[in-house]
């Protein structure tokens, strides 16, 4: 079945800093991911999506990675805010049909 | 544009109690999910609706889930008897149809007591 990992442990860093957030997956292969944004009490909003052909896609301070060979993907955000602080979310279609998976999310901390 | 409207946004009953949840989309939107979201996971797609067909039900518990779509707009989405376990945000989003990008609703965080 498919499996999509993200780290469980919060990421906590200082403002300033670039923030580096790690999506894997296994046992298939989307043809696109997205990341989400969620803060607490609310739905997730979406970011970026990323296609398997593009190795990079950028918006503003944020930046995504796609590696099919590695399974993975990179989340940047660059010069970040404590504002940035959320929980971030990415989701993989499959079925080629906008059915999604989505994984646990990781906790990004920044600190002032 | 208004977005995704859910309510109640809150709920809390009595376990074997009957709870429905409310969804209106975004205008336009053909696409409707239902999302539970467990506390410390992700959202996992319960239903999907296209206009007011339901095209993947295969993760919806049957026994004692039920949802609607009756005129491609709004929905409904039903537990009776509720348990325990089924304490958990329920998540509503649209999208156009075939679009990449969903739309969340702000959810209903429901606690069966």
């Known amino acids: 079945s498919q499996k999509i990992e993200q780290n469980s442990e919060a990421l906590n860093i200082q403002e300033g800093k670039t923030a580096t957030l790690t999506c894997n997956y296994t046992?298939?292969?989307?043809?696109?991911l997205q990341w989400y944004r969620q803060d607490p009490g609310r739905g997730p909003v979406f970011l970026l999506l990323?296609?398997?052909?593009?190795k990079e896609k950028r918006k503003e301070r944020l930046k995504v990675t796609f590696d099919t060979t590695l399974k993975q993907s990179l989340f940047h955000i660059t010069a970040s805010q404590p504002a940035d602080s959320a929980t971030y979310l990415c989701a993989l279609e499959r079925d080629n049909f906008n059915k999604f998976y989505f994984g646990s999310g990781t906790k990004l901390n920044v600190k002032p | 544009e208004a977005g995704v409207v859910q309510s109640p946004r809150y709920k809390i009953i009595e376990k074997k109690q009957p709870v429905a949840f409310w969804c209106n989309p975004i205008s336009g939107h053909n696409t409707l999910y239902w999302y539970r979201q467990n506390l410390g996971q992700g959202p996992e797609l319960l239903i999907r609706?296209?206009?007011?067909?339901?095209?993947?039900d295969s993760q919806l518990p049957k026994d004692r889930f039920s949802a609607e779509r009756l005129k491609g707009v709004d929905s409904t989405l039903k537990i009776q008897p509720a348990e325990l376990g089924d304490s958990a945000v329920y998540l509503c989003?649209?999208?156009?149809?075939?679009?990449?990008?969903?739309?969340f609703g702000p959810g209903t965080r429901l606690l069966v007591l």
């Open positions: 609706y296209e206009n007011e067909e339901a095209v993947d």
């Open positions: 990323i296609r398997e052909n593009e």
């Open positions: 989003a649209s999208s156009l149809f075939g679009g990449e990008t969903q739309y």
């Open positions: 046992n298939y292969s989307p043809a696109y």
